[in-house]
C-alpha cells in the first residue's frame, strides 16, 4: 500500500468535510437579513443545496475510502468520489446563490449526482447478488452496502429539488405538482428514514455493543415520522418535529464523535489509522443525518407557512 | 511487565496479571495451604477455569492450577508461529495403537487458560440427539443429561463468550441469536459455501469465539489469522481472558506455574488435598474438595497416578473405566487450488462451516456425524501438511509457491468410544519424576467408514467450489475426549452427571473427559457449558447440605 496516496487520500476527505460543514453552517446576522429581503423558498432552495453537499460530503470520503479498500478494481468504482466532489462543489455555490432562478450546470451535476447514485445502487445489489447466499444477512452487512450509492441519489435528489424550487413563484411555490412544502417534506422525511435504516443495519451487525448506537435508530425515525406527518396533513406550526429534527442534527454531529472515539477501541488505535479507519465504525457516515436534518428543518419551515 | 512468566509465577503477592491493560495487575485474593478451600481444581482451561469462575461467583472459596504460565497476550503473542510454541503442551507422552495419535500444537494447551489460549474458536453446539445416542440413534452411550438442559448453558456460555455468529443457523432446534453478529466470509469461506450450493447443502457462517465488535477494553478481531497461535488483540474471547479475569474478581486464587502431582486421599476414602510442584519445590494445599481439569490425558493420568494403598488402581477408578473410551476427531482434509488469489489465512481460519453431516441421517453408512470447514494454515503448518505428504527439496518449494492460492476442507468428525483406546501410565517419567502418560489409540471400522464418506463428499464439494489439482490429507486428529466418562451406573461410569466420581464423594471431573460420545463438533463450548452445569448443581447440593 502507498502511504503516501492514502495520506493524500485521506487529507482530500478532511478538507472537503471542513469546506462543506463550513458552507452549511448558517450565519444568523446573514439569515435575519435574508428573512427580511428574500423570500422563503430562496432559503429553502439555499438549505437543500447546503444539505446536498454536506451528504455529498459524506459519501465523498466514505466512497473513496471504501472503494480504496476495494483497490478501484473496477475503474468505475472511480466515480462516486468525483461525481460526489462535483456535488460538494454545486451545493457551495448554490449554499450562497440567491437568485431566484434555476441554475443549469449545478442541476446537471445534480441529475448526474442522482444517477450515478441509481446506477450505483444497480452495482451494489449485482454484487450481493452474485455472492454465495445471495440475499442473506451476512452479504447485506459485508457485500458492497446498499446504503451507499443511495445516499449519492438522495443528495441528487435534494439538491435537483432546490433547483427547482427556485424557478418557482415565491408565493404558493410547487414542486412534483404538489405544494413545494409538502414534497420537500416527503423527500426529505423519506431520506431520513433510509438513512436511519442504513444506521440500524449496520449497528445490528455491531451488535450494538454501545448504548448509544441506539440513538441514530430512534431518534432520526421518530424525527422522519413526524415530518412526514408535518407534509401529509394540513400546515400549522410542528414544534415536536422541529425539536426532533434538531436532535436528530445533533445526532449526526455527536455520532460522528463516537465513531472517532469507535476506531480507537480498535487494536492499535489511532496510532493504526490507516488499517482501523478502514475497520472501524464509518466515520464520515453520521453526518449524513446533520445533512437530512437540515433538509428536514428548511422543508418544515416552508411547509408550516403553506396555506391550508 | 515482570520477569519471565514460564520461569516465575505471576500469581502472586495478591495480585494477578490484568491481561486486558498493558503491564496491568488486578488484586487477587490468596489462600493460606493450611487451610482448606472449599474447592482445589487441577487445570485452568475450558473445564476448570469456567468451573472455577462460576464456584467463586456463588461464593465458594476456589484455588485453581495450572502447570502453565499466564500470559499476556498484549504484550507476550508474537505474530510467529515458532515462538508460539510456547503455548503448547509439550511434555513428553508416548503414542501407540494401530493410528497413534500425533500429540502437540494440534491437541492440548499448557497455560493459565488451557487450550482455549490457542483454540480455533469454533463453537457450535451438539446435535440435541447426541445426548441419548444409544437410544434414539443407536451408537456410543447415552449422557446423563437431557438436551433441553444442555441448551440453557450453551446459551449461558454463549453470552458469557459474546459469541459472534449468523442471525439463524440452518441446523438443529431454534436457538435465540448469537450474541455478537457474523464475521465477515473470506475467500476460503466463500469456496465452502459455493461448493455447498452447488452440492445442495446448507452451509453457513460459523459461530466464533472472537468479537465482531468491541466489548469492553478487548478490541474486535484484526483478521490476522494468527488464532491458533494465540491472539495478540484479546479479540478471541477465551478461558483467559473472559472466564479467569471473573474467577479472580469474585475471590478466586489461580496459581500458574503449579503442576500437581497427586490428589491426595485419607484413610475414609476422601480427598484432603492436592500435591503439586511450584517454585522448585513440592507443596500441598488442604481443599474440601478437589476437581480434576487436565484434559482427557492428563485428567485420567493423574487419577491413576494418585493410586494409594486405598485405591491401588487409581482414583475413582472401581469401574476400571478411568483413561478407557478416549475418543480423539477425525480431522481429514481436501486440499486444491484456485486460478484466482485466496490467501486463506486471513481471518480466523474456519469462517464458514456446513453441520449437514450431523443432521442428515440417510445417505449414510457409519454411526455418527461430521461437520466440516473452511481453513487457513499459516505457513509453518502448511508447511508439515506438505512434507508430511512426501514433497521436499524442488518439490517443496514449487508447492508451497501457491500458498496463496490454496484451499482446503477440513472435518471434524465423531469417532466412537472403545475401551482400548486409553491412557494408561508409562515405565519413563517427566520432568517432575511421574510416569508420562501412554496414549493408546485405534479407528474402529465405524470411524473409517465415516471419514471416507467425507474425504468423498468434502472432494466433490471443494471440486463443485471451483478448486483444481484436489489431495487428500488423510492422517490428522483434533480434540481430545473420553477418558474419565459421565454416565447413570457406577459400573459403567467414572462420574455421574454432576462430575462426581461415584467412588470419592469429594473428588469431582470437569473437563473434556467426561464427553460418553463426542459428536462431530469442537468440544470446547459443550465443556464450558457442563462446567457452568456442574457449578450450578454443586450450588444446589451445598444449599442442600449434599456435599
Ligand atoms: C489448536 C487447537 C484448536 C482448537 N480449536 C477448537 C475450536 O475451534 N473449537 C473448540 O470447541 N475446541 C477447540 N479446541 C479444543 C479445545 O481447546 C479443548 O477441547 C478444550 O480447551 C479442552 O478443555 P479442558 O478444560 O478439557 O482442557 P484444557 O483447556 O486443555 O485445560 C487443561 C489445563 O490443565 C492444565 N493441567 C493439566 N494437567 C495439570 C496438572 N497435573 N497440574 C496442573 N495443571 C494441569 C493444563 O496446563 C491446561 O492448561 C482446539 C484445540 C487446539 C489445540
Ligand atoms: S484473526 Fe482475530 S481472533 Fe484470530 S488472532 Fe487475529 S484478531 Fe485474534
Known amino acids: 500500500m502507498t502511504n503516501n496516496r492514502m495520506r493524500w487520500a485521506g487529507i482530500a476527505c478532511i478538507l472537503a468535510g471542513v469546506a462543506a460543514t463550513a458552507a452549511v453552517m448558517e450565519r444568523p446576522q446573514q439569515r435575519r437579513l435574508c428573512k427580511r429581503a428574500r423570500q422563503v423558498h430562496i432559503e429553502t432552495s439555499r438549505a437543500f443545496n447546503r444539505s446536498s453537499a454536506l451528504l455529498a460530503g459524506s459519501v465523498l470520503a466514505d466512497s473513496a475510502m471504501e472503494h480504496y479498500r476495494g483497490s478501484f478494481s473496477n475503474p468505475v468504482m472511480y466515480v462516486p468520489p468525483l461525481v460526489a466532489t462535483f456535488s460538494i462543489l454545486a451545493g457551495l455555490h448554490g449554499g450562497a446563490d440567491r437568485h431566484a432562478q434555476t441554475h443549469t450546470v449545478r442541476h446537471a451535476i445534480y441529475w448526474g449526482a442522482a444517477l450515478t447514485g441509481l446506477a450505483g445502487t444497480g452495482f451494489h445489489v449485482y454484487n450481493v447478488m452474485k455472492r454465495p447466499g445471495g440475499w442473506n444477512w451476512n452479504n447485506l452487512f459485508y457485500a458492497a452496502p446498499m446504503g451507499a450509492p443511495t445516499a449519492l441519489l438522495l443528495s441528487g435528489a435534494l439538491g435537483a429539488a432546490a433547483e427547482r424550487l427556485r424557478n418557482q413563484p415565491a408565493r404558493a411555490p410547487r414542486l412534483l405538482g404538489m405544494p413545494a412544502g409538502r414534497a420537500l417534506g416527503l423527500l426529505s422525511g423519506i431520506g431520513l428514514a433510509g438513512t436511519a435504516a442504513e444506521a440500524w443495519l449496520l449497528h445490528f451487525r455491531g451488535s450494538f455493543q454501545h448504548k448509544a448506537m441506539y440513538a441514530p435508530v430512534s431518534i432520526p425515525p421518530a424525527a422522519s415520522a413526524l415530518l412526514l406527518h408535518a407534509a401529509l396533513t394540513s400546515p400549522q406550526p410542528r414544534w415536536l418535529a422541529r425539536v426532533m429534527l434538531r436532535m436528530t442534527w445533533l445526532v449526526g454531529w455527536l455520532g460522528l464523535a463516537f465513531h472517532v472515539r469507535g476506531v480507537a477501541r480498535h487494536h492499535g488505535g489511532w496510532r493504526n489509522w490507516s488499517q482501523n479507519l478502514f475497520n472501524g465504525p464509518p466515520v464520515p457516515a453520521p453526518p449524513s443525518f446533520a445533512a437530512m436534518a437540515l433538509a428536514g428543518l428548511a422543508a418544515l419551515r416552508l411547509r408550516e407557512r403553506e396555506p391550508r | ?547
Not at chain 2, 503473542?77 to 510454541?85: G, L, R, V
Not at chain 2, 447426541?130 to 444442555?150: H, T
Open chain 2, 1 to 547: 511487565m515482570s520477569g519471565d512468566p514460564q520461569h516465575e509465577p505471576r500469581g502472586k503477592n495478591g495480585r494477578a496479571p490484568d491481561v486486558l491493560r498493558v503491564g496491568g495487575w488486578m488484586p487477587m485474593r490468596e489462600y493460606p495451604q493450611n487451610e482448606a478451600v472449599d474447592f482445589a481444581i487441577v487445570g485452568t482451561g475450558a473445564g476448570g477455569g469456567t468451573l472455577a469462575c462460576r464456584l467463586a461467583e456463588k461464593g465458594f472459596k476456589v484455588i485453581a492450577f495450572d502447570a502453565g504460565a499466564w500470559w499476556r497476550p498484549l504484550e507476550e503473542f508474537a505474530s510467529d508461529e515458532s515462538h508460539q510454541k510456547k503455548l503448547f503442551w509439550t511434555d513428553e507422552r508416548l503414542c501407540d495403537g494401530e493410528d497413534p495419535i500425533k500429540l502437540g500444537n494440534n491437541n492440548s494447551g499448557k497455560a493459565v487458560g488451557g487450550s482455549m489460549v490457542h483454540f480455533a474458536m469454533v463453537s457450535l453446539r451438539f446435535r440435541p440427539e447426541w445426548f441419548k445416542s444409544r437410544s434414539i440413534l443407536g451408537y456410543g452411550a447415552d449422557w446423563p443429561i437431557d438436551w433441553r438442559e444442555m441448551w440453557r448453558y450453551y446459551r449461558i456460555v454463549e453470552n458469557a463468550l459474546k459469541i459472534s455468529g449468523p442471525v439463524t443457523y440452518p441446523w438443529g432446534p431454534k436457538r435465540g441469536r448469537y450474541p455478537y453478529r457474523a464475521h465477515e466470509l473470506n475467500a476460503a469461506a466463500m469456496v465452502l459455501a459455493r461448493g455447498a450450493e452447488e452440492m445442495g447443502i446448507a452451509w453457513s457462517p460459523t459461530p466464533l469465539s472472537t468479537l465482531s465488535a468491541p466489548r469492553g477494553l478487548a478490541h474486535p478481531c484484526a483478521y490476522r489469522g494468527f488464532c491458533v497461535s494465540g491472539c495478540s488483540t484479546n479479540a478471541k474471547q477465551s478461558t483467559l481472558n473472559v472466564w479467569i479475569p471473573r474467577a479472580v474478581k469474585a475471590g478466586a486464587e489461580i496459581r500458574d506455574l503449579a503442576m500437581v502431582g497427586r490428589v491426595a486421599v485419607n484413610e475414609a476414602g476422601l480427598c484432603t488435598g492436592v500435591d503439586y510442584f511450584r517454585e522448585g519445590r513440592w507443596q500441598f494445599q488442604r481443599a474440601k474438595h478437589v476437581v480434576v481439569a487436565g484434559y482427557a490425558i492428563e485428567t485420567p493420568r493423574l487419577l491413576l497416578l494418585s493410586a494409594n494403598g486405598r485405591f491401588p488402581e487409581g482414583l475413582a477408578n472401581s469401574s476400571g473405566l478411568v483413561g478407557k473410551n478416549f475418543m480423539v476427531q477425525s480431522n481429514q482434509a481436501v486440499w486444491g487450488l484456485m486460478d484466482e488469489e485466496i490467501r486463506a489465512y486471513k481471518g480466523p481460519p474456519s469462517l464458514a462451516i456446513t453441520e449437514h453431516w450431523n443432521y442428515a441421517d440417510k445417505g449414510k453408512d457409519f454411526f455418527g456425524g461430521y461437520a466440516y470447514m473452511s481453513q487457513g494454515p499459516l505457513p509453518v503448518v502448511w508447511t508439515l501438511t506438505q512434507t508430511k505428504r512426501g514433497l521436499w527439496g524442488e518439490a517443496l518449494l514449487k508447492e508451497m509457491q501457491h500458498y496463496n492460492h490454496q484451499v482446503g476442507l477440513k472435518m471434524v468428525g465423531e469417532t466412537l468410544p472403545q475401551e482400548r483406546n486409553c491412557i494408561t501410565l508409562a515405565d519413563e517419567k517427566d520432568a517432575y519424576g511421574l510416569p508420562i502418560a501412554r496414549v493408546t489409540h485405534a479407528y474402529c471400522d465405524n470411524d473409517r467408514r465415516l471419514i471416507e464418506h467425507a474425504l468423498d463428499f468434502m472432494g466433490k464439494a471443494l471440486d463443485a467450489g471451483g478448486a483444481k489439482d484436489i489431495w487428500r490429507e488423510t492422517d490428522d486428529t483434533c480434540h481430545l475426549n473420553g477418558s474419565a466418562r459421565m454416565g447413570s451406573d457406577p459400573r459403567t461410569s467414572v462420574v455421574n452427571a454432576d462430575g462426581r466420581s461415584w467412588d470419592i464423594p469429594n473428588l469431582w471431573i470437569c473437563d473434556g473427559s467426561v464427553f460418553p460420545t463426542v459428536g462431530g463438533v469442537n468440544p470446547s463450548l459443550t465443556i464450558q457449558a457442563i462446567a457452568c452445569r456442574t457449578a450450578d448443581r454443586i450450588g444446589v447440593l451445598a444449599a442442600r447440605g449434599e456435599l
